[in-house]
């Protein structure tokens, strides 16, 4: 089973500056990875698939890269509204159909 | 408009069952598959269940299997969640969660709260 790790747990940050997010598997997920955000009481909502395409609708400050274990989320300029955890997700499993997510990144206000 | 809508929580006794149905509407419905995922409180996601769009493939998480079963009604365009011999550790929001081809989960229900306590 693939493991996932998100680091840092907690990531304090003012608006307006850049937070960048990692999250590492423990074998190789090729590009086959997810990140999530969630808001509190809210759903989780896709921001980016393929390690690097946005999904539908997400600004371009979201933007991911990586491949293979190591893998970034960075967010160039935080507004108000990215105060939220941060999840990855990846789906390199065989056969498909089984899904494991990190622990989460909290990014909070500084 | 695709939307996803969870439903069926509740209170239950340790040992006792619920069934969580998803609704979904604005795609076609039967050539997706579909997912739980849930959250205990404070924590973080788990993925639970898998069915696929014509129910031929079943997966589960470890600590589920056996306790419960996913089942899908592409007639209704629904999908279903049996859960039985609940334990505390049950108590979670649930989320039904369309998967684009087996990979990443484009859409979410709002959520649904089970909750497991004598």
């Known amino acids: 089973e693939i493991v996932m790790t998100q680091s840092p747990a907690t990531l304090s940050v003012s608006p307006g500056e850049r937070a960048t997010l990692s999250c590492r598997a423990s074998q190789s997920v090729s590009s086959k990875l997810a990140w999530y955000q969630q808001k509190p009481g809210q759903a989780p909502r896709l921001l980016i698939y393929?390690?690097?395409t946005r999904a539908t609708g997400i600004p371009a400050r979201f933007s991911g890269s990586g491949s293979g274990t190591d893998f970034t989320l960075t967010i160039s300029s935080l507004q108000s509204e990215d105060f939220a955890v941060y999840y990855c997700?990846?789906?390199?499993?065989?056969?498909?159909?089984?899904?494991?997510f990190g622990p989460g990144t909290k990014v909070d206000i500084k | 408009e695709v939307q996803v809508v969870d439903s069926g929580g509740g209170l239950v006794q340790p040992g006792g069952s619920l069934r969580l149905s998803c609704a979904a509407s604005?795609?076609?419905?039967?050539?997706?598959?579909m997912n739980w995922v849930r959250q205990a409180p404070g924590k973080g996601l788990e993925w639970v269940s898998y069915?696929?769009?014509?129910?031929?493939?079943?997966y589960y998480a470890d600590s589920v299997k056996g306790r419960f079963t996913v089942s899908r009604d592409n007639a209704k365009n629904s999908v279903y969640l049996q859960m039985n011999s609940l334990r505390d550790e049950d108590t979670a929001v649930y989320y039904c969660?369309?998967?684009?081809?087996?990979?990443?989960?484009?859409?979410w229900g709002l959520g649904t709260l089970v909750t497991v306590s004598s």
């Open positions: 069915i696929s769009s014509s129910s031929s493939t079943i």
């Open positions: 969660a369309r998967d684009w081809s087996a990979s990443f989960f484009d859409y």
């Open positions: 604005g795609f076609t419905f039967n050539r997706y598959s």
């Open positions: 393929g390690a690097s």
């Open positions: 997700q990846h789906y390199n499993n065989w056969p498909p159909g089984r899904f494991t």
